[in-house]
């Protein structure tokens, strides 16, 4: 919703917002933006504002919807207004199960940098220009929130089993991308190593990307370093060019791989997408880093097993020599108690395991069915169960990377340990 508000804005709307009063890191955008941002209320709601509402808000749970639907006043939500916005441009949408954010962020950075885009990342980040004939976005699948979006072309990461309180089973998620396949016009782009991507069929023409021959699009002579990964870039036999991508971990070097795709795929010069493609500098909470003494921090929105395994994957390659310290948060019940054995399983990439108390949705009631020492109690490695208000377990470790990983409030954990550090240091960087 910020990168909604932030594109409006840019493009030369008048734009207001309401939210809860906690901070939450995408307000910054907003405020720099001088978008107003007002506390839930029904003076909010007036005849002259066109309405969006954000897909979590319902009449139970916000004033303000209550309000517009007592009173007749007309809204969108998010996803319904976006599908219809879309159609002004040449749309291309990434979806997937994981991935979504920083390959979005990556694609936009590469085509703004090529040609006048306009985009929204799921990070909070938008850009607008009322010129543009180019419009990257992230589509979700929650709740099959990507049904109303009719793009030219999409990426499409991997198909993964998630959202647990949504979805019935693997079989029911492969349904929903089954469906937006059916909706894309132009070229769908998906990962030829994900068995449910295989089964998919479509009108579009569907490319495959990987690092096999039997691919379209593959990567070659993959050189992964402490700065980046390297790697030589085909459509079939057809050599397009080097790329770096100064990300980590394998399922970056993926993401990097389907832009240069879609890139080509538009005729777009592949030089000049190598020059800004080295140039990408990530996206918020995923794999942002900071530094405090001789300790390395690394602040991530991994909250699924297959995210947890590729940020530590991440993690190994930039850090080699450095103890590998995970901190994670589960997010909801549903998802803990349906992948708590792939949970445990992907923790176990780490050195040593901190965990932090469930952060439940408000789309949830906790019945007790589980709890965070269940998870602490099938994880092999070390693993102890922390607090905000007591995070000095984490002092144990003396050439360490921490990796705070989680979708809840995981970042006051975060803060908590960087302030005792902060105290126990005079290199703060």
Request: proline letters at 2%; glycine letters at 12%; zero cysteines.
């Given at each position: 919703m910020s990168a909604l508000a932030l594109?409006?804005?840019?493009?030369?709307?008048?734009?207001?917002?309401?939210?809860?009063?906690?901070?939450?890191f995408t307000q910054r955008g907003l405020e720099l933006a001088g978008i107003p941002i007002l506390p839930f209320d029904i003076k909010n709601i007036t005849p002259d504002v066109e309405i969006i509402a954000g897909n979590a808000f319902r009449d139970d749970n916000n004033v303000e919807v209550a309000y517009a639907d007592k009173n007749g006043y007309a809204y969108s939500r998010y996803h319904d207004f976006l599908g219809k916005f879309m159609t002004?441009?040449?749309?291309?949408?990434?979806?997937?199960?994981?991935?979504k954010t920083s390959t979005t962020g990556l694609l936009a950075h590469v085509m703004s940098h090529v040609t006048d885009t306009s985009y929204l990342i799921g990070d909070g980040t938008g850009r607008g220009s009322a010129d543009s004939a180019m419009f990257v976005f992230e589509s979700d699948e929650y709740e099959r929130h990507f049904l109303p979006y009719h793009p030219e072309y999409s990426i499409i990461t991997n198909v993964d089993f998630d959202h647990p309180d949504y979805f019935t089973g693997i079989d029911d998620v492969f349904d929903a991308f089954q469906s937006?396949?059916?909706?894309?016009?132009?070229?769908?782009?998906?990962?030829?190593?994900?068995?449910?991507?295989?089964?998919?069929?479509?009108?579009?023409?569907?490319?495959?990307y990987g690092f096999k021959d039997a691919d379209d699009y593959i990567a070659k002579g993959v050189t992964r370093t402490t700065a980046g990964s390297k790697f030589t870039a085909y459509f079939h036999d057809q050599k397009i060019g080097e790329f770096t991508v100064p990300t980590y971990g394998k399922h970056n070097v993926l993401n990097a791989l389907a832009v240069v795709a879609v890139m080509h795929q538009n005729g777009f010069d592949d030089q000049a997408v190598a020059k800004h493609m080295a140039t990408f500098g990530g996206v918020k909470r995923r794999f942002t880093e900071k530094i405090i003494g001789d300790q390395v921090i690394i602040d991530d929105f991994a909250h699924h097993p297959t995210e947890i395994e590729a940020t530590v994957d991440a993690a190994r390659q930039k850090y080699p020599n450095k103890e590998i310290v995970a901190v994670f948060q589960p997010h909801t019940f549903t998802r803990t108690i349906a992948l708590i054995d792939d949970f445990a399983t992907s923790l176990n990439q780490a050195d040593a395991v901190y965990l932090a108390q469930i952060y439940g949705s408000a789309r949830e009631v906790d019945h007790g069915d589980v709890k965070v020492e269940d998870l602490a109690a099938k994880i092999e490695k070390p693993a102890k169960v922390i607090t905000v208000d007591n995070v000095s377990p984490l002092l144990d470790h003396d050439n360490a990377v921490y990796v705070f990983m989680g979708a809840g409030d995981i970042q006051k954990y975060e803060y908590a340990f960087e302030t005792l550090l902060s105290q126990l240091t005079n290199n703060v960087q």
């Open positions: 594109m409006l804005h840019q493009m030369g709307h008048t734009v207001q917002g309401s939210d809860s009063t906690d901070y939450y002004k441009f040449t749309s291309i949408g990434v979806a997937g199960a994981h991935g937006y396949a059916n909706q894309i016009t132009k070229g769908i782009f998906i990962y030829g190593d994900d068995q449910y991507l295989q089964k998919l069929t479509a009108k579009a023409p569907i490319y495959r």
